[in-house]
C-alpha cells in the first residue's frame, strides 16, 4: 500500500555518515526512519522522531501524498558549556508517502509517544472484503415475442 518516493536514501545516509553533514535544513530536509504495517482495518505509519517538540511536527496530506515535516532544534545552553561530542543531528526532517486509493485519507489520526510519532490511516469502505449476495431465480421472467 506505500510506495518508496527516495530511491536514492540510501545513498544520502553513506554520503552524511562519510562527510559528517547530518543536519537538514528547509531546503534539503533529512530523512527520517519509518516502519509501516497494516493492523486489522488500519495501515499504521510509525517514524521515528527523538527530542523532536510535538508543536515543531507538520503533517499534510494532498490528495494521496501523505508528508510529515519536523525540526529538531538545538537545545539552549549556557555560555560556560563546551560541547565535548554532538553526534544526534538537527534541523529539519522529511518524509513523503504515496497512500493506496484503498486508504481513507480523510480520517487519519496522529499520536505523539516517546520520540515515536504514529499514524494510523483507516482502510476505506469500498476496499473491504464483503460478501455479494445471489438473487433467487423465482423472480425471473421470460420475455416472449
Known amino acids: 500500500m506505500l510506495m518508496r518516493t527516495d ?54 496530506v494532498e490528495r494521496n501524498m501523505l508528508t510529515v515535516r519536523a525540526e529538531r532544534r538545538p537545545v539552549t545552553k549556557a555560555e560556560d558549556v563546551q560541547m565535548e561530542l554532538s553526534e544526534r543531528p538537527l534541523g529539519v526532517f522529511s518524509r513523503q508517502v504515496v497512500l493506496a486509493d484503498t486508504l481513507d485519507t480523510e480520517h487519519i489520526s496522529a499520536d505523539y509517544d516517546a520520540g515515536v510519532l504514529t499514524l494510523r490511516v483507516p482502510i476505506a469502505e469500498r476496499a473491504k472484503p464483503r460478501k455479494i449476495s445471489i438473487g433467487a431465480g423465482a423472480d425471473r421472467k421470460e420475455i416472449s415475442g
Do not use: C, H, K
Open 7 to 60: 530511491p536514492f536514501r540510501e545513498f544520502d545516509r553513506l554520503t552524511q555518515q562519510l562527510f559528517g553533514n547530518s543536519s537538514g535544513t528547509w531546503s534539503r530536509p533529512s530523512a527520517m526512519p519509518m516502519d509501516a504495517y497494516r493492523e486489522g482495518d488500519e495501515y499504521v505509519i510509525a517514524l521515528d522522531l527523538p527530542g523532536v517538540d510535538p508543536n515543531a511536527i507538520d503533517i499534510d
